[in-house]
């Protein structure tokens, strides 16, 4: 059983920057980042393998956002740059044994609201 808290939401105006933490319990194959806006399904963001540091980005983010993990404090973190209004949504941290990108993750945080402002 691992349990994930995610940190760092908040409300941002478009091009601003933003940190996302996820602290675990323990240590995961993988971790990785999904989100939710409202009225839409849960999307995929970024993942990230514990052991070789392969990751894994949604077309959508990709060059904006970073995916990084601290082994030393089984913590993973979203870095975010040049938000725009579409990346407003709950975030959600997952953590499972493959590197996917359905929602097939085993573990699930509570989530994060990030909003961005126009």
């Known amino acids: 059983q691992v349990q994930l808290v995610e940190s760092g939401g908040g409300l941002v105006q478009s091009g601003d920057s933003l940190r996302l933490s996820c602290a675990a319990s323990?240590?995961?194959?993988?971790l990785a980042w999904f989100r939710q806006a409202p009225g839409k399904e849960r999307e995929f963001v970024a993942a990230?393998?514990?052991?070789?540091?392969?990751?894994l980005y949604a077309d959508s983010v990709a060059g904006r956002f970073l995916i990084s993990i601290d082994r030393a404090v089984n913590t993973g973190h979203l870095l975010m740059t040049n938000l725009q209004p579409e990346d407003a949504a709950v975030y959600y941290c997952?953590?499972?044994?493959?590197?996917?990108?359905?929602?097939?993750?085993?573990?699930w945080g509570p989530g994060t609201r990030v909003t961005v402002s126009a």
């Open positions: 990230v393998n514990w052991s070789d540091n392969r990751m």
């Open positions: 997952a953590a499972g044994g493959q590197l996917v990108e359905r929602p097939l993750y085993d573990y």
């Open positions: 323990g240590r995961t194959h993988v």
